[in-house]
């Protein structure tokens, strides 16, 4: 079966670009996170989606960032106006449901020059 | 804010030796707490969990078990193999504002 899959796995922009992030969640996984992983530091919690509901955008780092998730699948993570801070690993994760296993992706490797 | 802390590493140790990795957390609420792991190359996937005090997760001869006591799930196994090194997660999920957070991570690496 197929896993939880992302793409692009590298990204290479230039500072003040918008960035598109995708990720496809294991399909019937109602929950899906977004998680940011920067050179040696822990994982970042950035948002989480749970079936239709609108989710809670608090944790994300500033107003440049956004995400969304259609019919409850597929999700985008956006980043507006791109820094040199944004460079980072970008993880997405589903699950059964928000107590269950996470499920992770191999991740896209975003780079702004 | 809720938080996960775990021991910096890396951790060095030979075939054989018992491991503990420390884990300590605040939370405002009743958390669940996880370890992930994530291997040379591979993703993040689960190793173990505990949703409530007192519970005592286990897999593949590692154990971790929930004190609320103390706030700590620190990460136990009895003997390691060369095969067991990999990077070491903390988790915790903050089930009341839907907040999940990640320790830094723990590098262990087995010596033959």
């Known amino acids: 079966g197929a896993g939880v899959s992302q793409s692009p796995s590298n990204k290479v922009t230039e500072k003040g670009k918008d960035v598109e992030l995708r990720c496809d969640p294991i399909?019937?996984?109602?929950?899906l996170y977004w998680y940011r992983q920067s050179l040696g530091q822990g994982l970042e919690f950035l948002i989480y989606?749970?079936?239709?509901?609108?989710?809670?955008k608090s944790g994300l780092p500033s107003d440049r960032f956004s995400a969304e998730r259609t019919g409850g699948s597929v999700s985008t993570l956006t980043i507006q106006r791109t820094q040199q801070e944004d460079s980072a690993v970008y993880l997405c994760?589903?699950?059964?449901?928000?107590?269950?296993?996470?499920?992770f992706g191999p991740g896209t490797r975003l780079t702004v020059l | 804010g809720d938080s996960v802390t775990q021991m910096e590493g890396p951790v060095t140790l030979s075939e054989e030796a018992f491991l503990t990795i420390n884990c300590t957390y605040t939370?405002?609420?009743?958390?669940?707490l996880f370890w992930y792991v994530q291997y040379p190359g591979e993703g993040l996937q689960l190793l173990l969990k505990?949703?409530?005090?007192?519970d005592k997760g286990s897999n593949k001869g590692f154990e971790a078990t929930y004190r609320k006591e103390t706030t700590s799930f620190h990460l136990e196994k009895g003997s390691v193999q060369v095969s067991d090194s990999a990077v070491y997660f903390c988790?915790?999920?903050?089930?009341?504002?839907?907040?999940?957070?990640f320790g830094s991570g723990t590098k262990l690496n087995v010596k033959p």
């Open positions: 505990a949703t409530k005090a007192d």
């Open positions: 399909s019937g996984h109602t929950a």
């Open positions: 988790a915790l999920s903050d089930r009341y504002f839907n907040k999940f957070y």
């Open positions: 994760a589903s699950s059964v449901d928000r107590d269950n296993e996470q499920f």
């Open positions: 939370a405002t609420g009743y958390p669940s």
């Open positions: 989606f749970q079936g239709n509901s609108a989710p809670d």
